[in-house]
């Protein structure tokens, strides 16, 4: 029975992550922001934090679960009529479900990790941040779910592989805008730590 228990404990992998991202708004971003046509769109800073779990499916294959808090959107910088530079950031925050199936590879002497899957996201808090007034003015006219393909690589930082570092890249796979064809997109690093 013992036996049995650590062997099971041992395909569940529990772990707490902390993500650092650069977020961007693709598609038609420039619309959102009509008639404000002389500045341009940028990409901003993002943080992602939550904890995931990892089941084997087979020796070097296996299912993953990830519960995260992610920040998303962009910034808009223009001109006002007076030449003074100023900015709309658009802070998009939800809570992230990712799914992904992972591929553990080999190396000489640590596993690398390989994930590839969708994401099911709930916006919880939608708002425009203008940098003239430093006023945030609450959105409400975006789609309350996000649909995102993923892909990560995990690498691990110690020998022990209880700390891992990862890249990540998400996008949108339909529009979160009911008018615009807008969509998500963040790339960035992962530093998890496991458990387990």
Not at 182 to 191: C, E, H, P, Q, S
Request: one cysteine or more.
């Amino acid at each position: 029975m013992n036996s049995f228990v650590r062997s099971q404990s041992k395909d569940f992998v529990v772990g707490a992550l902390i993500g650092f991202y650069g977020i961007e708004n693709k598609g038609d971003i420039r619309d959102l922001y009509y008639p404000l046509y002389n500045g341009s769109i940028s990409g901003n800073g993002g943080l992602s934090c939550g904890l995931n779990v990892k089941h084997d499916i087979a020796k070097s294959i296996y299912g993953a679960l990830e519960l995260r808090y992610c920040r998303k959107g962009s910034i808009y910088e223009y001109l006002l009529t007076n030449g003074v530079q100023t900015f709309h950031a658009l802070r998009l925050d939800y809570i992230e479900m990712p799914v992904a199936v992972g591929l553990k590879i080999k190396l000489k002497s640590k596993t690398m990790f390989f994930e590839t899957g969708v994401a099911y996201a709930r916006l919880f808090a939608s708002r425009m941040k203008m940098g003239e007034t430093h006023n945030a003015v609450q959105q409400n006219n975006f789609k309350p779910a996000d649909i995102s393909w993923i892909a990560n690589l995990k690498y691990p930082i110690i020998k022990s592989e209880k700390l891992l570092v990862g890249l990540r890249f998400s996008y949108s796979l339909f529009s979160i805008h009911p008018l615009y064809k807008l969509y998500n997109m963040d790339y960035g690093v992962d530093f998890y730590y496991l458990f387990n």
